[in-house]
């Protein structure tokens, strides 16, 4: 790879130092910037696995490997760390790296108002209500068959790489990354019989928001990998689906999923 697209947290970078250094050391291995993502063979993302997160939705169209390099905390995307940046770029620019790739949801809104909008999510899609301590009533199905009325603070629906995001806060289980399925968790749900629920990467998933036990209406919103919001309304629907893309992530770290969980469960 010679030709990169970099995206920085300007947060966690204020003043562009370990972006320019990032930079400068690419130009000496022989790479290029460049100004745009479409002209890269590699984009490369400075910051933590928030930053990657939207990096990966904003250019889900453009079908270019992501390398994370963290400098923040401890990151299960993001997994190059200030420290090895030097080596890591090394390996980059000699096409010394394999490739992981990530299923990725899209969800579809359809309301009473407006055309159906979709977006797309590398970890979850996360419905709750807009009012806080106020229950969310909602129907869920699966391939058109009703699965549950839920009363609850809401849903995870969640990829395998969202698995250990906002699900396992919310005690779900944590699943393989590389893995292809996808991952229902409810929140706070009024009942002790609700567990998080494992479905194959094809199902169709409706989730339609309902009135409360007042025949009231609600409001809720769709949550997109944590940063997009889509605001839904009693009778609107949001269906999910997997998406005919999938992030691809560079991997140049010897150190594997089950080691860096270890690490971040000692914590």
Do not use: W
Request: glycine share 8%; charged share 20%; aromatic share 6%.
């Amino acid at each position: 790879m010679k030709n990169f697209f970099i995206i920085t947290n300007q947060t966690k970078d204020p003043d562009q130092a370990i972006t320019n250094q990032v930079k400068q050391l690419l130009i000496q291995k022989g790479g290029r910037i460049v100004g745009q993502p479409e002209q890269a063979e590699s984009i490369l993302v400075l910051g933590g696995d928030g930053t990657l997160l939207r990096a990966a939705t904003d250019l889900v169209h453009c079908n270019i490997p992501f390398l994370g390099i963290n400098i923040g905390g401890l990151g299960f995307l993001a997994e190059v760390d200030k420290a090895s940046i030097d080596q890591a770029l090394d390996r980059l620019v000699s096409d010394d790296f394999a490739l992981e790739n990530r299923m990725m949801l899209l969800g579809t809104v359809n309301d009473k108002t407006f055309s159906p909008y979709t977006e797309h999510a590398l970890n979850d899609i996360v419905i709750v209500g807009t009012s806080p301590l106020h229950l969310s009533y909602f129907s869920l199905t699966v391939n058109g068959l009703l699965l549950n009325r839920y009363v609850a603070d809401g849903m995870i629906v969640s990829t395998p790489t969202g698995s250990t995001g906002y699900n396992l806060s919310a005690g779900g289980p944590i699943i393989e990354p590389r893995a292809e399925m996808i991952l229902l968790t409810p929140l706070c749900h009024h009942s002790l019989r609700s567990r998080s629920i494992i479905l194959s990467p094809e199902d169709d998933i409706t989730i339609t928001v309902d009135t409360d036990k007042y025949n009231r209406e609600q409001e809720l919103v769709a949550v997109f990998d944590g940063n997009r919001r889509i605001n839904l309304a009693t009778d609107d629907t949001i269906k999910i689906t997997r998406s005919e893309k999938a992030t691809s992530i560079i991997k140049l770290s010897t150190t594997n999923f089950f080691e860096i969980l270890q690490r971040k469960m000692a914590d």
